[in-house]
C-alpha cells in the first residue's frame, strides 16, 4: 500500500498542484522558493496539526486570497451554485490484493476489485453558512471602520485582507472525507463522498503515518550543546516503548547501580545499529574519529538526560561538540531517522500504520559534498529495510527527501526526481524526470535521453538549480568565461553576471540533446556558445593528385576542407547545434547573414525552436570582426589580440608558427589550427597573462570576441 500521488490547492505557492511519489523514495528537487517545504508543511497541518492552529491566512495562496475577497465583496451565490473554497490536500492510496484491507475498507468508495485506489481529502475551507456569517462579519467591520475615520481624519483604514488576516480562523473549517475515484478517467469526484468527521469520527491514524525530518536541525557545535546526546535519550524512550531490543534493555536495567564504566559497555551494544549507520552514512574509514556512547550516570537515575555521546579517536575520547557542524549534523539525522522508526513501529499493544510517509528535508545541510554522495548512496538501503518488529508485523517504508544539492541528485536515480518550477508568479507544478524520458523516447531519441541522464548525473546535476545556463563546446571557453563575465561585471553596477545564479556546462558538440532538458526546467534564459565551423567539399584525389578516387557505386569521393567563413569557396557548416536549431539547414550564407536578433529562438506550440526575440535561447557563434570572420574562438581571439600574443608567452603555441605569425607568413586561422599544442594549457596562459589595472580592473590587456560578448550581454539582462 503506497501513496501515489499527492494534490494540494491554494496553499502558499502550491496553486493547483500534484505530483507523482515513487513507491521506495521520491527525490524533490528545485531552485529556491518552490515549495519544497510547503509540500511538507500542508501534509504535516493536515495529518498532524490541530484544528485552531492549522492554517493562518498567510498560508492562502496569493491568487486564492484574491478570489476570496471577490467571493466576500459581491453578491452571495445560490447555494446550489456554491463549491467550498479553501486549502485542500488530496492523498491518492494504491493498494494491492495483498495488502491487509481492515483499516481502509472502511473509507472505500468502490467495491470493484480493479479498482485500486482510494482518495483521502483534508480540507481547510469555507463552507455556505460560513460564507453568509463572514459576508455579515465584513459589512460589521466596514462600519466600524467608517466611523473610526469619521471620527479621526489620520485613522489609516484597514482593508479586507487585514479582516481576513484576523477572522478568518472564526470561519474557516477542518474536514475530512473519502472521495470516488473513477479509475477509467482517473479522477476523483468531489461531489460523492464519505464523510469522515460525522457521524462515528472515521480516523486515518491506522492508515497514514506522517513524519519528517525539518532542514531547521537544533545542532550546533557550542560548548556544552548536547543535541545529540539527547537524542540518545529519545532512542532508548522509543524503544522500550516498541519493546525491542528487550534483552539488552533488560540488561541495562540490571546493572543500572553499577559504574559508568560498566554502563558504558552496554551503551556500546544498545546503540551498535545507530552507531554502525553512522559510520555507514558518514563514509568514516577505520582509522577515523567514530562516535562512542558513554554513561554520565548520577544518583542513578534512568538513561534519559545521563548518557553523553562521546568522539573516540586513538585512545582518547573528546565530547560531541568538539566535532565539526556537518559531521554533528549527520550524526544528528541519523538519529532523528532511527527516532522516528522506532515512532513508526510504534509499542508492543499497537499495529504500526498500513502507510508509513517519512519525509527528510535539505539534508546536505552544514555537509561537505562527499558526505552527501555517502548519505544519500546509504539512505536508499535503509529504506528498503521498512518498518521491522520483532513480532513480525513489519510494514514498508515510503520516503521523500527534498534538496538543493546537485551532489544529492547526482547519486541518485534518476526516475526518482521530481522537478518542482514556477508557473507564473503565485504557484509552482512537479515534473517527473519519467515524463522527459517519454519526450525522448516518443521522438525516437532514446540514445540522447540516455547521453544526457548520464551526463548530468555524473558531471552537470548544478543545472537543475541554475536559473540561466550557458553551454560552451570545451575547455578553453570553460576556463575563459568566467574571466570574460567578470570583464562586463567590472562595467557594470546591476545584474552583474557572476551574481547570477548562472550554469556553465561544457557539452561538447551536443549542445542540441539538452534542448528538451532546457524547456523541462524552464531556464529563464540559455546561451549556447558555439563554433560556425565552415567547409567546403572537393575532391578527394589519389596520390598522382590528378586522379579521383571513387567510391563502390562509381561517384567521385569527396572530402571536407576546413576553411574561413570569409573563403570563397566555404558553403556550409558541419556544427550540429546551428543544423538542430535552425530547422536543419546547412548553408552558410544563412548563418553568416543573420541579424543578431534572429538568432534568438523559443518553442512555438508545435515544439519546433523558432527566432523570436523574446525567447529564452540564444546560439552564440563568429560573426565579422576588425574585417575578419574567424572559424573558432581560437582564431577570433587571435585576430582581436594580436599584440596581446606577441608580446607575452605562451608555451603552448608552436613556435615556429608564432613567428611565421609575427611575420604575417600565415592568418589568425592558420595559427589556431597548427600553434595550439594544448587549448586547456593556452586558456591557462591566456589569464597568467592577464594584467590589472591600478585602479583595480582585471584582464584588462586583452579583449573578448564580439559574439561572446553579445551573448552574454543578452544573458545578462532579466
Known amino acids: 500500500m503506497k501513496i501515489k500521488k499527492i494534490k494540494i490547492e491554494n496553499y502558499r505557492l502550491l496553486k493547483q498542484f500534484s505530483i507523482d511519489l515513487e513507491e521506495i523514495m521520491s527525490l524533490v528537487i528545485g531552485k529556491n522558493n518552490t515549495g519544497k517545504t510547503s509540500l511538507l508543511t500542508v501534509i504535516n497541518s493536515f495529518l498532524n496539526g490541530s484544528d485552531k492552529s492549522r492554517f493562518s491566512f498567510d498560508d492562502f495562496n496569493i491568487d486564492f486570497k484574491n478570489e476570496l475577497r471577490t467571493l466576500i465583496e459581491d453578491d452571495l451565490p445560490q447555494e446550489e451554485n456554491y463549491k467550498s473554497v479553501g486549502i485542500k490536500l488530496k492523498l491518492f492510496i494504491e493498494y494491492s490484493e495483498d495488502d491487509n484491507l481492515a483499516n481502509l475498507s472502511k473509507v472505500m468508495m468502490d467495491l470493484d476489485p480493479e479498482n485500486k485506489f482510494v482518495v483521502l481529502g483534508y480540507e481547510y475551507h469555507l463552507t455556505y453558512d460560513s460564507l453568509e456569517r463572514i459576508k455579515q462579519k465584513y459589512i460589521e467591520f466596514q462600519a466600524k471602520e467608517v466611523v473610526n475615520l469619521a471620527e479621526n481624519k489620520n485613522y489609516r483604514q484597514k482593508d479586507i485582507f487585514y479582516f481576513l488576516k484576523v477572522y478568518q480562523g472564526d470561519f474557516f473549517k477542518s474536514s475530512r472525507k473519502s472521495i470516488e475515484y473513477n479509475r477509467t478517467d482517473e479522477i476523483e469526484n468531489d461531489d460523492n463522498f464519505i464523510d469522515l468527521d460525522s457521524p462515528e469520527k472515521i480516523s486515518t491514524k491506522d492508515i497514514i503515518n506522517f513524519k519528517f525530518i525539518s532542514a531547521k536541525r537544533s545542532v550546533t557545535n557550542k560548548v556544552n550543546d548536547k543535541t545529540l546526546s539527547g537524542q540518545t535519550s529519545e532512542i532508548y524512550n522509543e524503544t522500550e516503548k516498541t519493546d525491542e531490543q528487550n534483552k539488552k534493555i533488560e540488561q541495562f536495567k540490571e546493572e543500572l547501580i553499577s559504574t559508568d564504566y560498566t554502563l558504558s559497555e552496554i551503551y556500546e551494544t544498545l546503540f551498535e545499529d545507530v552507531i554502525e549507520k553512522v559510520r555507514k552514512f558518514g563514509g568514516i574509514k577505520s582509522d577515523d574519529s567514530t562516535i562512542k556512547i558513554e554513561s554520565s550516570l548520577q544518583h542513578r537515575e534512568l538513561l534519559s538526560g545521563n548518557t553523553t555521546v562521546m568522539y573516540k579517536h586513538n585512545d582518547t575520547t573528546l565530547p560531541e561538540y568538539n566535532n565539526g557542524l556537518g559531521y554533528m549534523n549527520l550524526l544528528s539525522m541519523i538519529f532523528q531517522i532511527e527516532i522516528l522508526i522506532q515512532e513508526f513501529k510504534k509499542n508492543k499493544d499497537e499495529k504500526p500504520a498500513d502507510i508509513n510517509l517519512l519525509f527528510i528535508e535539505e539534508p546536505e545541510a552544514h555537509t561537505h559534498p562527499q558526505m552527501q554522495y555517502v548519505f544519500i548512496k546509504n539512505i536508499k538501503s535503509l529504506i528498503d529495510l521498512g518498518i521491522v518488529r520483532e513480532d513480525g508485523d513489519n510494514r514498508e517504508l515510503q520516503a521523500a527527501i527534498t534538496t538543493h544539492s546537485s551532489h544529492i541528485v547526482a547519486e541518485s536515480v534518476f526516475d526518482d526526481i521530481k522537478y518542482l518550477k514556477k508557473d507564473g508568479k503565485n504557484s509552482v507544478i512537479s515534473k517527473n524526470l519519467k515524463s522527459l524520458k517519454k519526450e525522448y523516447t516518443d521522438n525516437g531519441e532514446e540514445e540522447n535521453y540516455r547521453f544526457l541522464k548520464q551526463y548530468l548525473t555524473l558531471n552537470r546535476s548544478e543545472l537543475f538549480f541554475a536559473d540561466k545556463a550557458i553551454l560552451i563546446e570545451g575547455d578553453t571557453e570553460r576556463l575563459l568565461l568566467p574571466a570574460m563575465m567578470k570583464k562586463i561585471d567590472q562595467d557594470c553596477t546591476t545584474n552583474q553576471l557572476l551574481s547570477q545564479n548562472i550554469s556553465i556546462i561544457e557539452v561538447g558538440a551536443h549542445s542540441q540533446i539538452f534542448e528538451k532538458f532546457i524547456d523541462f526546467i524552464d531556464l529563464k534564459k540559455c546561451l549556447i556558445i558555439t563554433d560556425i565551423d565552415s567547409n567546403y567539399d572537393e575532391v578527394n584525389l589519389e596520390d598522382d593528385g590528378v586522379t579521383a578516387k571513387k567510391h563502390a557505386n562509381g561517384n567521385d569521393k569527396m572530402k571536407t576542407i576546413k576553411c574561413t567563413p570569409s573563403n570563397p569557396n566555404a558553403n556550409y557548416t558541419s556544427n550540429n547545434s546551428l543544423i538542430f536549431f535552425h530547422k536543419k539547414t546547412k548553408d552558410l550564407n544563412y548563418f553568416k547573414n543573420l541579424s543578431f536578433d534572429w538568432k534568438i529562438l523559443r518553442k512555438n506550440r508545435k515544439k519546433e525552436w523558432v527566432s ?107
Open 612 to 718: 523570436n526575440r523574446k525567447g529564452k535561447l540564444l546560439l552564440a557563434y563568429q560573426i565579422e570582426e576588425d574585417g575578419y570572420h574567424a572559424r573558432s574562438f581560437e582564431d577570433a581571439f587571435f585576430k582581436i589580440n594580436k599584440d596581446f600574443i606577441l608580446n607575452n608567452t605562451f608555451p603552448s603555441l608552436a613556435s615556429k608558427w608564432v613567428k611565421k605569425y609575427r611575420n604575417n607568413e600565415i592568418d589568425e586561422f592558420i595559427l589556431a589550427e597548427k600553434a595550439i599544442e594544448k587549448k586547456p594549457s593556452f586558456a591557462i596562459e591566456i589569464l597568467l597573462n592577464s594584467k590589472t589595472s591600478p585602479e583595480g580592473k582585471q584582464f584588462i590587456n586583452w579583449n573578448t570576441p564580439r559574439y561572446i560578448l553579445e551573448g552574454l550581454s543578452w544573458l545578462q539582462k532579466d
